[in-house]
T-cell receptor
Framework: AQSVTQPDIHITVSEGASLELRCNYSYGATPYLFWYVQSPGQGLQLLLKYFSGDTLVQGIKGFEAEFKRSQSSFNLRKPSVHWSDAAEYFCAVGENSGGSNYKLTFGKGTLLTVNP | NAGVMQNPRHLVRRRGQEARLRCSPMKGHSHVYWYRQLPEEGLKFMVYLQKENIIDESGMPKERFSAEFPKEGPSILRIQQVVRGDSAAYFC??????????????FGDGTRLSIL
């Protein structure tokens, strides 16, 4: 079964600093990969996705992520964090095969705090 | 272009009562998914439905939980005889057909269910 690990439960950065949120997955083939952001009391907003092709994907709000097959990782990065980026970030994996390729498996999330 | 609409946003029930959660997918989307988020956990897949069909309910508890997506109207997640452990945020997502792995899924703002 596929699984997703987000090693950092809580990260604090200063506004303007760079950010990297880690995500490792376990899956037998190349999965679909996603990053979602959740503000308090809100639903999940899709930041970016990887299906195939270029392993560096650009998303909304200045975020990017890089798929590294050899490390089974899909880390999220942003060069300069804004106070409005404070939220919880979820990495998710979807199967990339026939059958149940719609199921998303989520990590437990990383809570981002941004200091002024 | 409205997104995924869920109501109510908050629902309070006493133990033993029934809870009904509604989800209207995005326009043009015919696939609906329900996920549950327990405190400090990631989202867990519950069920995948298309119009008038349950495609995969492997994540649904065997008892008290049911879901439907009728030909007309929203998708309904029904929890009978609620217990304290049902307290969680329930998210609905939708996707259009004919996309890779039915992805990406677009999420609503969720229903926060509290059991007294």
């Amino acid at each position: 079964a596929q699984s997703v690990t987000q090693p950092d439960i809580h990260i604090t950065v200063s506004e303007g600093a760079s950010l990297e949120l880690r995500c490792n997955y376990s899956y037998g083939a190349t999965p679909y990969l996603f990053w979602y952001v959740q503000s308090p009391g809100q639903g999940l907003q899709l930041l970016l996705k990887y299906f195939s092709g270029d392993t560096l994907v650009q998303g909304i709000k200045g975020f990017e992520a890089e798929f590294k097959r050899s490390q089974s990782s899909f880390n999220l990065r942003k060069p300069s964090v804004h106070w409005s980026d404070a939220a919880e970030y979820f990495c998710a994996v979807g199967e990339n095969s026939g059958g149940s390729n719609y199921k998303l498996t989520f990590g437990k999330g990383t809570l981002l705090t941004v200091n002024p | 272009n409205a997104g995924v609409m869920q109501n109510p946003r908050h629902l309070v029930r006493r133990r033993g009562q029934e809870a009904r959660l509604r989800c209207s997918p995005m326009k043009g989307h015919s696939h609906v998914y329900w996920y549950r988020q327990l405190p400090e956990e990631g989202l867990k897949f519950m069920v995948y439905l298309q119009k008038e069909n349950i495609i995969d309910e492997s994540g649904m508890p065997k008892e008290r939980f049911s879901a439907e997506f009728p030909k007309e109207g929203p998708s309904i997640l029904r929890i009978q005889q609620v217990v304290r452990g049902d307290s969680a945020a329930y998210f609905c997502a939708s996707s259009p057909p004919d996309t890779p792995g039915n992805q990406p899924q677009h999420f609503g703002d969720g229903t926060r269910l509290s059991i007294l």
